[in-house]
């Protein structure tokens, strides 16, 4: 899937969430723990909340999609989306928390 793309979707916005919901589905097979994440987006389309997709990126990271986690990567996504010196700060934040051994 691409991992490109969602971030940049999550931390900017763009691309618009149609198209980014149009490329993930035209992505070849989905690891085993995405399908899930990829039939609900197949059914909702552009409507996917962000916090599927939020939960989607934590499991393609290899992370568990629990509630504590979704919610404290939607605190640092929003942040980035704000821009400036702690939106800064959050994207390094996204990226760690996405990193292997986290």
């Known amino acids: 899937m691409d991992f490109e793309s969602l971030d ?18 035209a992505a070849p097979q989905p690891p085993a723990a995405a399908r899930a994440f990829v039939e609900g987006m197949r059914m909702l389309g ?13 499991v ?3 992370k568990p999609a629990a509630d504590d986690r979704v919610v404290a990567l939607r605190g640092i996504v929003e942040r980035a989306r ?6 800064e700060r959050a994207r390094g934040e996204y990226r760690a928390a996405l990193r292997d051994g986290e």
């Not at 704000?82 to 939106?87: F, I, K, L, S, Y």
Request: hydrophobic share 40%.
């Open 60 to 62: 393609l990271a290899g």
């Open 82 to 87: 704000r821009g400036g010196e702690d939106g």
């Open 8 to 25: 940049r979707y999550l931390l900017d916005g763009a691309p618009e969430k149609g198209e980014l919901i149009r490329s993930l589905l």
């Open 46 to 58: 552009p409507r996917t909340p962000d916090l599927t997709l939020i939960a989607l990126r934590l």
